[in-house]
């Protein structure tokens, strides 16, 4: 068989007059005959709920509603505004809910353009406080618990202070003193919502002391902002707080606490006080004759140094950033599972997503990502959660909340002594972040809306190991 080779100038003089014929082609389609449209527009021009307009940021695509109390995110027709020939899936007429975000999609000629729509609901009280002792509002279970701050409390005798939030009233007169030596009920209505909530007023539990453990020789010293709003928080809840430095135990003082609470976010390293001899001993002395011990962020690592876990069985996946450093999550909130746990004390009252699982830190936030935990499958020869809690003597509590079975990460874990009531409990996952920090670049970050769970977690992990669950 005879191949005739076709010289190389010919090959490409004829690919290039085809070339051009297609361009003339085109050029001719476009000339108005084509049904191919780039020039109309596909925004959102309004976006309304029951008369409350979302904000839309066009740029990233999203649509935005803060709602009043008692208006529902179920079965909701929003009054949407197009540009003209636009169309809209889900349609303008087609109810929603909300309990999820939604996506809606603008189609005009052969653009088109997402929309993620989502909503948060107002709470009904935004503060409430007894004779200037903040309560803890759990809207969860309809719940406000008062510890009274100071000495000499008639309980028969005392004023309330209540903050509703807009377009919500309640059947109860809160400018006059009330009687709390029983729990008080009042209702709060809005929008044609009402729900009922019970007061309960108490004093310090029974003398006892609970202490925040930290490196600064005094509280108004602490200069870490995650640490300093964990404080704050602390002794603004607690009547019987007192804080206690690391110095203060090696120069001495009696860990006459029924709960200890360290929580580090300063560095992944441990200080050197924290490891020095005389106060590992007096802590491990402390824990063995039945004291509570709390360990929050970096002070997960302690585990290992305050023997309650073999050597070399201590946090193993240990990371974060430090300031300048650090990152904003724009699409996804952070979370726990404890889909195994569900019953556990710790767990109670917290505003979860799905049954065993809850929402720590809103996306948008700002975040340095404070992590010591256990990482299972790979790392450490653990393999799951069973292979943990054999090796280390723990009960794991929560993993990531992807993590329905708990054997990926231990995000939280307890560690009850074996010969006394001693017990600790560890918090050890990322989006357990206190303070709102600043973006580097000086831009105010979103608000972390679940910053309650983060609350609330902490409160029931307190009042476990002290032995009011």
Known sequence: MRITKMPISRFFIGLLSCCVFFLMSCDKE??????????????????????????????????????PYGISVNNIIPEISLPAGATINPGLNEAISLAQPVTYTVVNGNLYKDYTVSAKVNKPISSFS?????????DNTNSISVTLQGEDFDVSNLQ???????????????????DFSEPVSFTVTG???????TINVS????????????????????????????????????????YISFQDIKDGAQLDYSVIWWHNDSSMELPGIALDNIVLEKLKTYYSNGGGILLSTFAARYVEALDLVPDGKGPNNVFGDFLPNGFVDENNSWGISFKTRTEHPIFQGLETFEE????????????????????????GGYGNGEGWREQTGGINLASEDWDNTLDGR???????????????????????????????????????????NIQQLTRNSIDYLEGDE
């Open 191 to 197: 929008q044609g919502n009402s729900e009922t909530y």
């Open 160 to 178: 309330a202070e209540i903050s509703l939030t807009e377009g919500v009233s309640t059947d109860l007169d809160f400018t006059s003193p009330m």
């Open 356 to 379: 065993g699982k809850a929402k720590f830190l809103e996306k948008g936030t700002f975040r340095l990502n404070h992590t010591a935990w256990w990482f299972l499958p790979e790392w």
């Open 410 to 452: 231990v995000a939280i874990a307890e560690f009850p002594s074996e010969s006394s009531e001693g017990n600790a409990i560890v918090i050890a996952f990322g989006a357990y972040d206190w303070y709102n920090e600043t973006n580097p670049d000086g831009v105010p970050s979103a608000p972390n809306g679940f910053l309650s």
């Open 130 to 138: 007894v004779n200037g002792s903040p309560g803890s509002i759990n």
């Open 30 to 67: 476009d000339d108005g005959n084509s049904d191919f449209n780039l020039d109309q527009p596909v925004q959102v021009t309004t976006f309304n709920i029951e008369g409350v307009q979302g904000t839309i940021d066009q740029n990233a695509g999203t649509i935005v509603f803060q709602l």
């Open 203 to 242: 004093t310090p539990n029974n003398g006892s002391k609970i202490a925040f453990l930290g490196i600064a020789a005094t509280r108004s010293e602490i200069t870490n902002p995650d640490e300093k709003a964990a404080s704050d928080w602390f002794f603004s809840t607690y009547g019987n707080a007192e």
